[in-house]
């Protein structure tokens, strides 16, 4: 028997999360035994009847469902830690996107260690599954393969690149044989995540920005999607330069737009989806019936709260996305990979942005970060706690002061502890975070190695940056550094 055939069984969790059927909603049950084997929880209820061959004794611990992102570049993102937080292009109505992205350069060996390390900051926070979207290199799926997290690959392709020759002005470098091509490789890799022999790859189809890509592309896009069987993502309604662009372009939103090519539908997850026609920054604009088309549609947002936030950006709300009838999902974007602090942030933003503190709930925001990402990918077996469902499981450490008093152990978790009292991760069956640690990712070898790809992105940045500024230029330090 190996490891994974084992049953292994939380014995009289104190408290656990699990998931109530009649009333579609996670619910906390105390005393409760939650066993599982290989990928699969096979009993939860107040004893398990069968032989375990490992026991963990749960009258401390809190059990709660793996959580899910559903948007998140893992191969890029930790490169720019200290540059990006409070950068932007106020000539082009936002963020690092235009002006800064690409002044970076990295190779194949340096993504590999930072998407080991961003998963490794994941896992640590209690997410199981992740979506990660970037350009195809080699070694991508081998090295999310062996992290041991659940990964939906999502290789990107366009048919334009941005690009800023002023810091004022916006040019888009269109290249429409590099985007079918891309497409291509998209569908070969997307085949090879889906037969990956660990049974923890698949993949989704991802064109990479709704203003980058040709209608043509767009369209062959969605019939691959649909061909192979999978989900489609694409970042949408992300800023308002994208949104004017489109009117400007099309005459249409960013959703109209995407629902004209036949983009939008169950199958397709919207990255960030802020700038809907009616959000108080798009002034002006006639139509008013994006939120409609989202939900008629039945698309799924992904939002990714903490790295808007940083650029002073709400969703215009949270809340009324779902009441609305729209599916949303969290995702982490760049950094940090701490799914429990995207939802703090999701959740004190969304309050924000209703202009009340009943403006949402922990109990929804929590519902988001699995099940929503769970119904996003079409998967009714993750995000879950119930006999049959997949063994992604988070362990609590009810003892740790941050989770003291333990009354209500979730709001405890989110509101005060963040990571710091998850103490073990299982994804499919596999113990992959014990006793805090990762034990998948040598997190400390790989941090070791993050400031030199750091340094030598930086020496590119001279030669890629429009207007030839040092990285030191580029990127202020947040306080002089002086002699
Ligand atoms: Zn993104």
């Known amino acids: ?132 979207i970037f350009g195809a ?64 790859l698949r993949g989704v189809i991802s064109p990479a920005q709704v203003d980058t890509c040709t209608v043509a592309l767009l369209r062959d896009s969605v ?3 649909e061909e192979l069987g999978v989900p489609r993502t694409i970042h949408a309604a992300q800023s308002v330069h994208e949104f004017r662009e489109m009117v400007n372009r099309h005459g249409l939103s960013s959703m109209e737009f995407l629902e004209d090519v036949g983009f939008l539908g169950p199958s397709a997850i919207l990255g960030h989806g802020i700038f809907l026609d009616d959000h108080p920054w798009i002034h002006q604009y006639p139509g008013k019936r994006d939120r409609r088309l989202l939900a008629e549609r039945e698309c799924n947002v992904a939002h990714c709260p903490a790295v808007i936030a940083r650029r002073g950006i709400l969703l215009n709300h949270f809340q009324s996305y779902i009441d609305a009838g729209i599916n949303v999902g969290i995702g982490m974007d760049i950094y940090p990979h701490n799914i429990v602090d995207e939802m703090r942030w999701g959740l004190v933003c969304a309050k924000i942005a209703a202009g009340s503190q009943h403006g949402t709930s922990l109990a929804a925001m929590f519902h988001a970060a699995t099940r929503g990402g769970a119904q996003a990918l079409g998967r009714d077996d993750l995000g879950i706690i119930e006999d049959g469902a997949r063994a992604d499981l988070v362990l609590v450490d009810l003892d740790h002061p941050d989770m003291n008093p333990g009354y209500d152990p979730l709001a405890a ?12 991760v299982f994804v499919a069956g596999r113990h992959l975070v014990q006793g805090g640690v990762v034990q998948t990712v040598d997190m400390a070898a790989r941090a070791a190695q993050l400031n030199g790809i750091q340094q030598r992105g930086f020496a590119a940045v ?13 990127f202020p330090l947040s306080l002089p550094l002086v002699d």
Request: proline residues 3%; contains cysteine; aromatic residues 8%.
């Open 1 to 132: 028997m190996t490891d994974q055939e084992a049953v292994t069984v939380v014995r009289k969790a104190a408290r656990a999360i699990v998931y109530d059927r009649a009333r579609d909603r996670h619910v906390y049950r105390s005393d409760v035994d939650i066993a599982f084997r290989n990928d699969e929880i096979v009993y939860v209820g107040t004893e398990y009847p069968g032989t375990a061959e490992r026991s963990i004794d749960g009258s401390r611990k809190m059990v709660m469902p793996g959580m899910i992102s559903i948007h998140g570049h893992s191969s890029s993102a930790v490169k720019a830690k200290g540059c990006w937080e409070e950068l932007g292009s106020p000539r082009i109505y936002m963020s690092t996107l235009f002006e800064y992205q690409s002044l970076m350069h990295t190779d194949d060996a340096d993504n590999i260690a930072m998407s080991e390390f961003a998963v490794g900051e994941m896992l640590r926070s209690g997410c199981t599954t992740m979506m990660d």
């Open 137 to 200: 290199y080699d070694g991508w799926l081998e090295t999310l393969a062996d992290t041991g997290i659940r990964a939906y690959v999502a290789p990107m392709y366009a048919s334009a690149a941005y690009k800023t020759s002023t810091g004022h002005s916006m040019e888009y470098v269109w290249d429409e044989t590099a985007g079918q091509k891309g497409l291509d490789e998209a569908i070969r890799l997307v085949g090879q995540a889906e037969e990956h022999p660990s049974g923890r």
């Open 223 to 225: 019939s691959a999607a």
């Open 413 to 424: 978790l989110v509101f005060s502890g963040l990571e710091r009292p998850i103490c073990d």
């Open 462 to 474: 001279a030669d890629r940056d429009w207007a030839r500024r040092s990285a030191e230029q580029a």
